[in-house]
């Protein structure tokens, strides 16, 4: 199921897209008086049964087809396809190319920093290139969403503990990561992680580690590879997390970015992004996440 939020009235929506459009779940389940919970959180926590009534409300919509709870896609202005993250917890240098492409050691263990809510967008926005950098940078990564309580779970087990996928653009600014050893001042300015459009259930999935993922800035091809390419897989990252710290429902996971970034190229030859640079990340099965660029003043 292709889950996603979206605005409606100043307030975050749940929707379902179908082939019929967005199906608002809370205006269609009020219509059918079937209790599904409105609120993605709600949702995940909500387990199977509650997706089972969220799928139930989507597909009687599509079936009696009214405007009152089925939506243009075009017309729907995005939220964030996970809107209340507890933990926002990222993988570093988890592409093997990628991290050939920096001169970085291949990591022993997965290098884990974290991102805030405040950096999070939706697709269609414009998100600031902040005033206090001139090395934006973007990256292009798969999105883990828990689905339920995870403590030292086996890595054969770990891929049950996931809820679904979503895209992310790790924007980074390289001048304030750079700073210091601890990279967080520069993954952790307002609007850093784009994510969406959508919140893809893992059964639609399948192997998370066999997807294509790409970036596009301005339709110019700049990140082209296959999750595949992972040092530390989804089971891997899920289970090594998880001996460390509980890992709750709704908690994301950004595991790591392919080569093709501009810190990659050789200094003479990177331009990091530019006010008006439109950036896609696109994965296999999970849609197109855009964003346009947009200097602080």
Known sequence: MKLLNFMKNGQVKLGVLTAAGVVDIEAAAQTFEIQVPSDIHE???????????????????????????????????????????????????????????????????????????????????????????KEVDYEAELVIVIGKRAKDVPEEQALDYVFGYSNSNDLSARDLQMRTHQWMLGKCCDGFTPLGPYLVTADEIGDPNSLAIGCKVNGEVRQSSNT?????????????????????????????????VVLGYPVDKRVYLQDGDVVTIEIEKLGSLTVTMKQEV
């Open 228 to 260: 595949s390419d992972m040092i530390f897989n989804c089971k891997e990252i899920v289970s090594y997390i998880s001996r460390h710290m509980t890992l709750e429902p709704g908690d994301i996971i950004l595991t790591g970015t392919p080569e093709g």
């Open 43 to 133: 949702l995940i926590e909500g387990g199977p049964a509650a997706l089972a009534a969220a799928s139930a409300v989507a597909a009687q919509a599509v079936e009696i087809r009214s405007d009152r709870y089925i939506l243009p896609e075009s017309t729907i202005q995005y939220a964030p396809s996970v809107t209340k993250p507890a933990k926002m917890i990222c993988v570093g240098l988890n592409y093997r190319k990628h991290a050939e492409e920096t001169n970085a050691p291949i990591p022993e263990y997965p290098i884990l920093f974290n991102k805030f809510s405040n950096t999070l967008a939706s697709h269609g926005d414009t998100v600031l290139l902040p005033k206090t950098s």
